[in-house]
Nanobody, 120 residues
Framework: QVQLVESGGALVQAGGRLRLSCAASGTILVVDTLGWYRQAPGKQRELVASITYSGSTNYADSVKGRFTISRDNAKNTVYLQMNSLKPEDTAVYYC??????????????WGQGTQVTVSS
């Protein structure tokens, strides 16, 4: 079993920066991809960024050049550095772990979410 606990959400002014952290507990595998999703009121949850165990990253077009995802495998922690924040970045941010192995069905784990609010 995997548990994900996010931290770092806050109220910030437009143009500001925040760093989200997500600590994963339980057994983390080298096949696990960690990522951040967000959900704004009235909108679907969307991928913000993801990172594989080896460090390959993927970003939503809307955050490229502003957000950076990183991962500390020794600490089982993933970070999201958010710079140049915009009001449209306001959302609940969820940590995610996606697991795909050769023998088991794919599985996703989610954190409880952390609120990021960007004021204009």
């Amino acid at each position: 079993q995997v548990q994900l606990v996010e931290s770092g959400g806050a109220l910030v002014q437009a143009g500001g920066r925040l760093r989200l952290s997500c600590a994963a507990s339980g057994t983390i595998l080298v096949v696990d991809t960690l990522g951040w999703y967000r959900q704004a009121p009235g909108k679907q949850r969307e991928l913000v960024a993801s990172i594989t165990y080896s460090g390959s990253t993927n970003y939503a077009d809307s955050v490229k050049g502003r957000f950076t995802i990183s991962r500390d495998n020794a600490k089982n922690t993933v970070y999201l550095q958010m710079n140049s924040l915009k009001p449209e970045d306001t959302a609940v941010y969820y940590c995610n772990l996606n697991r795909k192995t050769l023998v088991d069905p794919p599985r996703a784990y989610w954190g409880q979410g952390t609120q990021v609010t960007v004021s204009s």
